[in-house]
T-cell receptor
Framework: DQQVKQNSPSLSVQEGRISILNCDYT??????FLWYKKYPAEGPTFLIS???IKDKNEDGRFTVFLNKSAKHLSLHIVPSQPGDSAVYFC????WGSGTYKYIFGTGTRLKVLA | GAVVSQHPSRVICKSGTSVKIECRSL??????MFWYRQFPKKSLMLMAT?????????EQGVEKDKFLINHASLTLSTLTVTSAHPEDSSFYIC?????????????FGSGTRLTVV
């Protein structure tokens, strides 16, 4: 059972426009959410995170929104740049068995067109 | 959907001992498996990649004799930290890519917190 879902495997956006990447989850016990960015042949790089007690976190061009009632989070990138083209993973963490566990989505490939 | 089971989720071991971490793809065949180590800034550092039927390819700076990776089958990969030292304490996570999915179809394990005392 996929507890964290990224239902859009790919997304294309024009340079300068807004990119919106979505993520849905099923476990209401998740208390922390993260977004990672991955270039080919590299490991995922941490991008931005949000605690479950917040509904928005902003860092430069990147903003993450959390809607707990809908169990949905989204990553907004504005304005989008060609260098943003990568695979984006959302992840959720939950405490259990004496440690945090991370559950990742399967990724969304973003292509920003020049 | 594709599920990767990673265990143990947490392990504490004594310095000098070896620890094995398992990563299993439960409902798909993983043609490629990745092992990552998470550092304090929360980025995941790729340690090695193992492809079906071949030996693991280690990233630069990763000691292959210390971090033994065995892709025993299409559904099982193991990472063994040999002669563990406190500096090996970290969060290790595996990821698998299935045969039928495109190259963004990664499925991650839930991670293993290793503490070496």
């Amino acid at each position: 059972d996929q507890q964290v879902k990224q239902n859009s495997p790919s997304l294309s956006v024009q340079e300068g426009r807004i990119s919106i990447l979505n993520c849905d989850y099923t476990n209401s016990m998740f208390d922390y959410f993260l977004w990672y960015k991955k270039y080919p042949a590299e490991g995922p790089t941490f991008l931005i995170s949000i605690s479950s007690i917040k509904d928005k976190n902003e860092d430069g061009r990147f903003t993450v929104f959390l809607n707990k009632s809908a169990k949905h989070l989204s990553l907004h990138i504005v304005p989008s740049q060609p260098g943003d083209s990568a695979v984006y993973f959302c992840a959720a963490s939950v405490w259990g068995s004496g440690t945090y566990k991370y559950i990742f989505g399967t990724g969304t490939r973003l292509k920003v067109l020049a | 959907g594709a599920v990767v089971s990673q265990h143990p989720s947490r392990v504490i071991c004594k310095s000098g001992t070896s620890v094995k971490i398992e990563c299993r793809s439960l409902d798909f065949q993983a043609t490629t498996m990745f092992w990552y180590r998470q550092f304090p800034k929360k980025s995941l550092m790729l340690m090695a990649t193992s492809n079906e039927g071949s030996k693991a390819t280690y990233e630069q700076g990763v000691e292959k004799d210390k971090f033994l990776i065995n892709h025993a089958s299409l559904t099982l990969s193991t990472l063994t930290v040999t002669s563990a030292h406190p500096e090996d304490s970290s969060f290790y996570i595996c990821s698998a890519r299935s045969r039928t999915e495109s190259n963004y179809g990664y499925t991650f394990g839930s991670g293993t917190r290793l503490t070496v005392v």
